[in-house]
């Protein structure tokens, strides 16, 4: 079975640019997050999707991040403009939607900002 | 708001020991508790507890979940270089498979 997929998997831009990282989750997994783990803390739920639908994006930072799941597989999570505090691994994980189901991760894209 | 809390925040044993990592969590509408490790890259599924006082195995590894006093232990024993990683805890809480993340364990092995 094909794990999630993210790319890149470096990225490194100044701040105020933009940037967009892109998952492919795992075939037949509904449900796609985005998480943000900054360096030495847990991963942060920014965006959770069930099929193309949003079902938590509370702690989505919207005026400067965004993410989308148009045909409900592949996703793009945005950053417009960057910010320092912004450096980050950006994971994206999947699951079956179905209660009690484990999550899998990619291996994320690692986020500098200069 | 929903907390999961992890301790200690790093360890160093020597090859050989064991080890045991906590996790206490506040959540409303608790569905279950996982464990991950994580090495340089992505967390890695370890176990998944949703009945208090069922102890799941796995090799070296295993762990047990309270839901009465809302905390979990994961323990290694015959602790070996490659445990070295970080451990999270997430608990799945509310009813959207959302997950929330301890700051998690830093586990070093030492030949």
């Known amino acids: 079975e094909a794990g999630v997929a993210q790319s890149p998997r470096y990225k490194i831009i100044e701040k105020r640019q933009s940037v967009a990282f892109w998952c492919n989750p795992i075939?037949?997994?509904?449900?796609l997050y985005w998480y943000q783990q900054i360096l030495g803390q847990g991963p942060k739920l920014l965006i959770q999707?069930?099929?193309?639908?949003?079902?938590?994006d509370s702690q989505l930072p919207k005026d400067r991040f965004s993410a989308e799941r148009l045909k409900g597989v592949d996703s793009t999570l945005k950053i417009q403009p960057a910010k320092l505090e912004d450096s980050a691994v950006y994971l994206c994980?999947?699951?079956?939607?179905?209660?009690?189901?484990?999550?899998?991760f990619g291996d994320g894209t690692r986020l500098s900002i200069l | 708001e929903d907390k999961v809390v992890q301790s200690p925040l790093s360890l160093v044993v020597h090859e050989g020991d064991t080890v045991t990592l906590n996790c206490s969590y506040e959540?409303?509408?608790?569905?279950?508790l996982l464990w991950y490790k994580q090495e340089k890259k992505a967390p890695t599924f370890l176990f998944m507890l949703?009945?208090?006082?069922i102890e799941k195995k796995s090799g070296r590894l295993s762990s047990i979940l309270d839901k009465k006093e809302l905390f979990s232990i994961l323990n290694i024993t015959a602790t070996q270089t490659g445990d070295s990683a970080v451990y999270l805890c997430?608990?799945?809480?509310?009813?959207?498979?959302?997950?929330?993340f301890g700051t998690g364990t830093s586990l070093t092995v030492i030949p």
């Open positions: 075939s037949g997994h509904a449900t």
């Open positions: 994980a999947s699951s079956l939607a179905a209660l009690n189901q484990p999550q899998h």
């Open positions: 997430a608990v799945e809480a509310r009813a959207g498979n959302q997950f929330y």
């Open positions: 999707f069930q099929n193309n639908g949003v079902v938590d």
């Open positions: 959540v409303t509408n608790f569905r279950s």
């Open positions: 949703t009945s208090s006082g």
